[in-house]
């Protein structure tokens, strides 16, 4: 099921803020293929955008930052997505 509302976007973070490692199952299911798209058009390497992406949603749990984002979802994403890729090229 895509998530495609704010109201249910909404929901997705309150179970994320609240540690629901289902929640963060969907969560990724839900976003990673399109951020691997973004990932690999900036970076043009598919194992370093593989590793960008599962590196932001593995800070995303570890840090519990969830509060820090606002629906729409995709928007947070692809904003830190494409910041980890600008220091990925730059490193």
Request: net charge negative; with cysteine; aromatic share 10%.
């Amino acid at each position: 099921m895509k998530t495609n509302d704010l109201e249910t976007e909404q929901q997705l973070l309150n179970k994320l803020k609240s540690r629901d490692i289902q929640a963060f199952k969907q969560f990724y299911k839900e976003y990673s293929d399109d951020l691997l798209i973004l990932a690999f058009s900036l970076l043009d390497n598919a194992s370093l955008a593989i590793r960008t992406v599962d590196e932001l949603f593995e800070r995303l749990w570890v840090d519990a930052k969830f509060d820090s984002i606002d629906p729409p979802i995709h928007k947070f994403l692809y904003a830190e997505l494409k910041k980890n890729c600008r220091n990925k090229r730059n490193d």
